[in-house]
């Protein structure tokens, strides 16, 4: 396990960009974000990033996998300082931003983001 955390809350914000099909991303964040970025953000407890996410790792978020197809040059140091970064459902092997972890897989929906549940990187 690369990474394992927990999401404890949901910014009012945070699944908004789930329901445009051109966005598709959630933000990620640690539970002690700024207020202006938490609003947006899925939070979750600190952890620590063992390894770094590559290309064909999997991330589960909840109950659902998806592999990684890309991952920007900013997102492996977000993720390791700031518990942040970008997951965006629309796969595809680069990187649409430096802080996005591009990822492939099933549709998510924001009813697949849950408080209590997982986000783990292997």
Known sequence: MK????????G???LFFLEDEDMNFII????DAPPELAELSVLHTKADLKELPEVGDT????DKEFRVSAVGSEAPH???ELGHCTLDFKGGAEAERPGCIMLEGD???????KISGEIQIY
Do not use: H, W
């Open 78 to 80: 977000t993720l390791k």
């Open 107 to 113: 549709k998510v929906t924001a009813d697949d983001i």
């Open 3 to 10: 990474y394992q955390s927990e999401i404890v809350g949901l």
């Open 28 to 31: 990620i964040f640690n539970e």
């Open 59 to 62: 991330i589960r978020i909840c």
């Open 12 to 14: 009012p914000e945070a």
